[in-house]
């Protein structure tokens, strides 16, 4: 497995080993000791997640002590997924990064503990799934804003250059608070 730094800390892209010929391929997507290094320690939930085009899920997190590091990739269709880092210690705090995530690429985007997640989905039927170290609990999930402007996130470029024209957003996650204005902090941990 490939794994490549992107530019905020303990975030990385992950690419599995691809072995295929003209009858298909194979490819050993999860395999621990690769991802011991990171701190994912062991899966404790699998997830999917299927979409339409133009559907954006975010800025999601969960918070202490139930929050969550995420292996995330696309299986069906294509995303760019988002993240952004809450994490007050470091140096990347308040940055944001995306990834574009297929099934051709053969990509997955390690999310590491306190960092917000989101996605849009660029073409109907895409099937994300996530892999996840903590359990669910509802009571402690969080977010922020998906757009906020203090961030930065280039989402009119990524609506231009796919042709989504009106994203669709949740009632909640249309809602959210800034990051700023967020009371959710969290601390590198690895």
């Given at each position: 497995m490939k794994i490549i730094k992107t530019r905020l800390e303990d975030c990385y892209i992950l690419e599995?080993?691809?072995?295929?010929?003209?009858r298909g391929y194979f490819s050993p997507y999860f395999i621990q000791e690769n991802l011991d290094q990171l701190g994912f320690e062991k899966v404790v939930q699998a997830n999917r997640s299927k979409s339409s085009k133009g559907v954006v899920r975010g800025l999601h997190f969960q918070k202490d002590p139930k929050c969550q590091a995420k292996i995330v990739e696309v299986i069906q269709g294509a995303a760019i997924d988002v993240v952004v880092d809450m994490r007050e210690d470091s140096s990347t705090f308040g940055m944001w990064e995306k990834v574009l995530l297929t099934p051709d690429n053969n990509r997955q985007l390690f999310v590491p503990r306190g960092f917000a997640h989101g996605f849009v989905s660029l073409e109907d039927n895409t099937i994300f799934q996530y892999l996840i170290d903590n359990d669910y609990a509802p009571q402690l999930?969080?977010?922020?804003l998906w757009n906020d402007p203090e961030i930065g996130i280039d989402w009119d470029k990524i609506f231009e250059e796919y042709n989504i024209d009106n994203p669709l957003l949740s009632?909640?996650?249309?809602?959210?608070?800034?990051l700023k204005k967020c009371k959710t902090r969290f601390r590198r941990n690895k």
């Open positions: 599995p080993d691809r072995f295929g010929d003209d999930e969080g977010g922020i009632d909640k996650d249309k809602n959210r608070e800034t």
